[in-house]
């Protein structure tokens, strides 16, 4: 059973940053392309960020590219998500996904529990 716990989510002022981490427990995370997400009241979950095993390929969407940052730490099962110069439409639910390559944007195999993040302007 493969789980993931993010953390780090909070409030922050508009042009502040935050930093998000998601532990993997119970398989090889070196296994899975990572990514995160997240959802808005009412909205579909939105892709944001995935980084493949070894760190070496990345991909954005487009909202967030120059703004925020994947990464992963291999030797403590970890992904990161740095976030800068957040605005009050980056407030949502993030989500932490574990997958494959092929289908990490559309369909990840393991989902976090989510962490709030709540930008004030």
């Known amino acids: 059973q493969v789980q993931l716990v993010e953390s780090g989510g909070g409030l922050v002022q508009a042009g502040g940053s935050l930093r998000l981490s998601c532990a993997v427990s119970g398989s090889t995370f070196l296994r899975y392309v990572m990514g995160w997400f997240r959802q808005t009241p009412g909205k579909e979950r939105e892709f944001i960020a995935s980084i493949n095993w070894s760190g070496s390929t990345t991909s954005y969407a487009e909202s967030v590219k120059g703004r925020f940052t994947i990464s992963r730490d291999n030797a403590k099962n970890t992904v990161y998500l740095q976030m800068n110069s957040l605005n009050p439409e980056d407030t949502a639910v993030y989500y932490c996904?574990?997958?494959?390559?092929?289908?990490?944007?559309?369909?990840?195999?393991?989902w976090g529990q989510g962490t709030q993040v709540t930008v004030s302007s």
């Open positions: 996904a574990a997958g494959f390559l092929a289908t990490i944007q559309a369909n990840p195999a393991y």
